[in-house]
């Protein structure tokens, strides 16, 4: 099937809206930077551009978001390179019109974006770009319709680079069901099939993602976080990668803004709806901030947790943001359990890494 025949369908529309958003974050944060003069853009499945509606995919939203920081980008003199890939040669030509097209409607931009078209086949085209991924501040789209590029060999390469995010798509409910076939099983040795098959159907990106984490080398910053998606019966996700923590807090912003009661799915994952009804017997069940917070009181109390730089970065490595765990410190501080000298508790990136603010937390 060739996606771009037909509309995009609804998850098709939050997948690229997510796309999109993160590179309006993740642009003027590399724009600004005096330091730099050039930074890349990789959209390794690129398709035609437009859907056959007119609606604009991946490489014609990056575009836009480009043509947004055009102030910025005159400013600081920084050159913007995207890198546009589609192996279906009709597709291709059709890329290369409407991207080009959409560039030359903006004018003055081309003498700092450059647009770089390439007809390939990935598994070719990734090792020759990736000194470019790796030299350079780079994001990076992997927007697979299959799962080899699921592979040990494109993970541990992206590892390796220190000032690179990526968004990569992966049809998990497919590799939960055809997992165990011969063509599925060379290209995912890193993924535990039978533990994905069982696995609760609506948490199998999760469980995917968590899979993959684990064959992170312990000395790598690099950080993985999901975003769920549920088309009809089918579950298939984005994995967003990266090493520094502005970005994780960049991301994690978007996708509780995206969903306030999961962070991490377009749909209710956890059955959340469901724990408004009182059970007779276990009472109110928690939902997933409210446990999180109750994690964080525990180890606050427990003092495992001492000072907002911990806190923060415990609320990272658990997909949260900042916010969730800010409330309750603050609810802690009203009950008299805990002190800190601070007129806030502090557990935002700006506090901690920017202004290197620490607020100790004081058991009463």
Known sequence: MNLHDKPFDETTIVKLKLFEDYAQAWIPTFVMQDYLKEIHIFDFFAGTGYDVD???????????????????IFQKQIRIILHLNEFDKTKFELLISSCSSKLKQEKGIEHFVALKYYNQDFEILFPQLFPIIKDFPSLVYLDQNGVKFLSNQYFK????????????FASSSYIRRFGELNEFKIHLTNIDVE????????????NLT??????????????????????NTNIYGVIFGASHVRAVEKFLNLTWKYNGLNGDANFDIDNESSLIQFDLFEGQKLTKVESFKQIVKEKILSQEIKTNYQL?????ENGHIGKHADQ???????????????????VTYESVFRKKIIVNYEKI
């Open 54 to 72: 007119g609606v604009a995919g991946s490489p014609i939203r990056l575009i836009e978001k480009i043509i947004e920081q055009r102030g910025n």
């Open 157 to 168: 390469k992206l590892e390796e680079t220190k000032q690179t995010d990526f968004l990569y």
């Open 195 to 206: 533990q994905l098959k069982n696995t609760d159907y609506n948490k199998v990106h999760r």
């Open 210 to 231: 968590e899979q993959l984490r684990k064959n992170i080398s312990p000395s790598s910053n690099l950080k993985l976080y999901p975003f769920s998606l549920k088309k």
């Open 312 to 316: 923060l970065n415990f609320v990272y």
């Open 328 to 346: 309750c410190v603050k609810e802690m501080k009203k009950a008299n359990l805990i002190f800190y000298n601070s007129k806030s508790p502090c």
